[in-house]
């Protein structure tokens, strides 16, 4: 594991949420510009580049069987974006260890199909205390 650090303070679209912001500024600092967000499906391709970006309290995956989704997924690297923007970039067996350390199984509200996903939890002195130890 290793970190960068990538700015956070843009001036982000109306109606981003933190997922979204943290995608916005990871884009930005790797590729210079920023990407319009996109529903395309994990297992077609990484959000930025092959880089899967995530950042506190995201979904991980819909159902509950990280290992399903992480072999069915495209991309080769995990970026999780802190807020402070400190960014740990992982490899999949890096980043299967810190969602299975940091996540739980949520559901879906039924508007929106009440199925189970898995998501990480909101990021705490632990969880950061945790990735610092693993760089």
């Known amino acids: 594991m290793k970190t960068i650090s990538i700015r956070m303070n843009y001036e982000f679209p109306k109606g981003y949420n933190d997922g979204n912001k943290a995608e916005y500024a990871f ?9 319009k967000l996109d529903n395309v499906p994990a297992y077609k391709a990484g959000d930025v580049l092959d880089y899967q970006v995530k950042s506190s309290h995201c979904s991980v995956c819909s159902g509950t069987n990280l290992q399903e989704h992480l072999q069915k997924d495209a991309a080769n690297r995990y970026a999780y974006v802190c807020a402070d923007g400190t960014v740990y970039i992982m490899s999949k067996v890096e980043y299967a260890t810190f969602v299975s350390a940091f996540s739980s199984i949520e559901r879906d509200s039924q508007k929106n199909g009440g199925k189970e996903k898995i998501r990480l939890k909101h990021e705490s002195k632990k969880m950061l205390r945790w990735l610092e130890e693993r760089v």
């Open 27 to 35: 884009s930005m600092h790797m590729l210079g510009y920023a990407r």
